[in-house]
């Protein structure tokens, strides 16, 4: 079978003033087509590494990772997934509708297909009012919200969030976790890196913990966290 | 890589460039440059419209190098400050499409521009009852495109490793000195003896000859067109340096690291 995510003995280190910095130390990571997996760990743990290795921004030092069984260094790979960055900043000089309709057609989308899809997508993220306006001048949360529309423009089989739910109020919370349920029940696959714990219980299906450039912790929510704790003690309980 | 993708960003330059409104500064200042030179009639009919040729041509190239510069050293820092490179290199887009894309981008809208001032220049010396010659005008277009085709590599290349302030200072460095420096190497020369004589050589031969794709004076002067076969043959050279400069900047950023938020 191939994974969505398959990540073998990943090693990444970073030149650091005085040697090397290991941000990813041997980690091992297999994500299964339809899950909806979140990605914990504390800051600077390595998950926004990890999702720069899988999008082909950083090399590993060793080790493979691959996506949808295709290797993340060509752009073959990424045909197929959907991203949001942790800090969506797009190119303010465009209009919302003007970013997708970009998206779309570096995915080379039929023009009258991405017309549509692009109204479709403007309705879904709220932003069918300010599609005419240009993005310098949307708030964090409709920035956070067009950077949500452009990953899911061509209808991604993987969806690869960092944060998607930073910048947002809790109404904006909602229309996230709706969206990934929504995706879930089309047999998309998600793989989200959050600090909102309460958010990630109600979401995953499975969820993997990061620290200091490890999987520590990997499985469904019920049978890693015990019926006495929460997913924040657990959470605490693998960091420390 | 792929045509279309590349089609697609150089796109996203012009509509960019168009909505940054650089080029109708240059436009503008350009015009009132001229208007100011036509309201003066200082040597007579005949010397003044040499003059004015002369000047308008200057001014063109100086305002094209500028913007063939300034345009294509802050595409790539541009897009890697501001993140954006995240949602671009997300897409099934190699960094040969985006650094052609790019290139493709500057210098069509830099050429653009450059049709425009030569445009006002012409009609200008049309008023001035002296007319350019056609086919010396289209070839000094044709050169002056090339150059710029040259000093937006040059640019996307410096911009690969560099922030924009330190690609752009650099890329004027080195093209204002193989343009006004070089073509006088032969003559420091024969100055010289030893390792100061192969440097200035090496220099010589290394740099690009700017002063080939300079058709002003022939402007000017109403002197005829150059040869075809040399015309060939120095937009043969032009496309050599191009393609070298291009290859260079894709080297330098098909493995760069974008860490922007990883643990570093």
């Given at each position: 079978?191939?994974?969505?995510?398959?990540?073998?003995?990943?090693?990444?280190?970073?030149?650091?003033?005085?040697?090397?910095?290991?941000?990813?130390?041997?980690?091992?990571?297999?994500?299964?087509?339809?899950?909806?997996?979140?990605?914990?760990?504390?800051?600077?743990?390595?998950?926004?590494?990890?999702?720069?290795?899988?999008?082909?921004?950083?090399?590993?030092?060793?080790?493979?990772?691959?996506?949808?069984?295709?290797?993340?260094?060509?752009?073959?790979?990424?045909?197929?997934?959907?991203?949001?960055?942790?800090?969506?900043?797009?190119?303010?000089?465009?209009?919302?509708?003007?970013?997708l309709t970009l998206a779309g057609r570096l995915f080379l989308m039929p023009r009258a297909a991405l017309r549509q899809r692009v109204d479709e997508l403007l309705a879904l993220v709220g932003l069918t009012?300010?599609?005419?306006?240009?993005?310098?001048?949307?708030?964090?949360?409709?920035?956070?919200?067009?950077?949500?529309?452009?990953?899911?423009?061509?209808?991604?089989?993987?969806?690869?969030?960092?944060?998607?739910?930073?910048?947002?109020?809790?109404?904006?919370?909602?229309?996230?976790?709706?969206?990934?349920?929504?995706?879930?029940?089309?047999?998309?696959?998600?793989?989200?890196?959050?600090?909102?714990?309460?958010?990630?219980?109600?979401?995953?299906?499975?969820?993997?913990?990061?620290?200091?450039?490890?999987?520590?912790?990997?499985?469904?929510?019920?049978?890693?966290?015990?019926?006495?704790?929460?997913?924040?003690?657990?959470?605490?309980?693998?960091?420390? | 890589?792929?045509?279309?993708?590349?089609?697609?960003?150089?796109?996203?330059?012009?509509?960019?460039?168009?909505?940054?409104?650089?080029?109708?500064?240059?436009?503008?200042?350009?015009?009132?440059?001229?208007?100011?030179?036509?309201?003066?009639?200082?040597?007579?009919?005949?010397?003044?419209?040499?003059?004015?040729?002369?000047?308008?041509?200057?001014?063109?190239?100086?305002?094209?190098?500028?913007?063939?510069?300034?345009?294509?050293?802050?595409?790539?820092?541009?897009?890697?400050?501001?993140?954006?490179?995240?949602?671009?290199?997300?897409?099934?887009?190699?960094?040969?499409?985006?650094?052609?894309?790019?290139?493709?981008?500057?210098?069509?809208?830099?050429?653009?521009?450059?049709?425009?001032?030569?445009?006002?220049?012409?009609?200008?010396?049309?008023?001035?009852?002296?007319?350019?010659?056609?086919?010396?005008?289209?070839?000094?277009?044709?050169?002056?495109?090339?150059?710029?085709?040259?000093?937006?590599?040059?640019?996307?290349?410096?911009?690969?490793?560099?922030?924009?302030?330190?690609?752009?200072?650099?890329?004027?460095?080195?093209?204002?000195?193989?343009?006004?420096?070089?073509?006088?190497?032969?003559?420091?020369?024969?100055?010289?003896?030893g390792f100061q004589q192969w440097g200035l050589m090496l220099c010589y031969y290394a740099l690009p000859h700017f002063e080939l794709f300079d058709m002003r004076r022939r402007l000017v002067y109403d002197?005829?067109?150059?040869?075809?076969?040399?015309?060939?043959?120095?937009?043969?050279?032009?496309?050599?340096?191009?393609?070298?400069?291009?290859?260079?900047?894709?080297?330098?950023?098909?493995?760069?690291?974008?860490?922007?938020?990883?643990?570093?």
């Open positions: 079978m191939d994974y969505a995510i398959d990540i073998s003995n990943l090693v990444v280190e970073f030149p650091v003033p005085g040697g090397r910095m290991r941000a990813l130390d041997g980690l091992n990571l297999r994500v299964c087509p339809g899950q909806v997996y979140g990605f914990l760990g504390p800051n600077g743990a390595g998950k926004t590494t990890t999702m720069h290795i899988l999008l082909g921004f950083i090399t590993a030092t060793s080790g493979t990772a691959r996506l949808l069984g295709e290797a993340v260094s060509g752009p073959i790979a990424r045909q197929r997934i959907g991203y949001l960055p942790e800090h969506p900043d797009t190119y303010r000089f465009l209009t919302g509708r003007e970013l009012q300010a599609a005419d306006r240009r993005i310098g001048v949307y708030s964090r949360g409709m920035l956070q919200r067009i950077g949500l529309a452009q990953a899911l423009v061509h209808d991604p089989d993987l969806v690869i969030l960092d944060e998607p739910t930073s910048g947002f109020d809790p109404l904006g919370r909602i229309d996230v976790r709706t969206l990934i349920a929504g995706l879930k029940a089309r047999g998309k696959t998600v793989f989200f890196s959050s600090h909102e714990l309460s958010e990630v219980e109600r979401v995953c299906d499975h969820i993997g913990i990061l620290a200091k450039g490890k999987l520590v912790s990997e499985g469904t929510v019920d049978a890693l966290v015990k019926a006495d704790e929460s997913l924040e003690q657990y959470f605490l309980r693998m960091v420390s | 890589m792929n045509a279309q993708r590349i089609l697609i960003l150089a796109q996203q330059v012009w509509l960019e460039t168009l909505r940054r409104k650089d080029v109708y500064v240059l436009l503008i200042l350009l015009t009132g440059f001229l208007a100011a030179l036509m309201s003066v009639n200082a040597f007579g009919l005949g010397q003044m419209a040499a003059y004015m040729k002369e000047t308008g041509l200057l001014l063109a190239w100086i305002f094209s190098w500028i913007l063939a510069i300034n345009t294509s050293t802050r595409q790539i820092p541009r897009e890697e400050s501001q993140g954006t490179v995240y949602l671009l290199l997300a897409k099934p887009v190699s960094r040969a499409d985006v650094v052609l894309g790019k290139w493709l981008g500057t210098w069509s809208v830099t050429v653009v521009a450059t049709v425009s001032f030569y445009a006002v220049l012409a009609v200008v010396a049309l008023l001035r009852q002296s007319p350019f010659g056609l086919p010396t005008l289209v070839q000094a277009l044709l050169l002056h495109s090339t150059l710029l085709a040259i000093l937006t590599a040059i640019g996307i290349w410096f911009s690969t490793r560099l922030n924009y302030d330190a690609a752009a200072t650099l890329t004027y460095v080195l093209t204002l000195a193989a343009w006004l420096v070089l073509p006088r190497v032969p003559t420091f020369v024969l100055n010289t003896t002197a005829a067109p150059i040869l075809l076969a040399d015309l060939g043959l120095i937009l043969l050279y032009g496309t050599v340096i191009i393609a070298f400069f291009l290859i260079l900047a894709w080297l330098a950023w098909r493995r760069k690291r974008f860490v922007r938020g990883a643990a570093v």
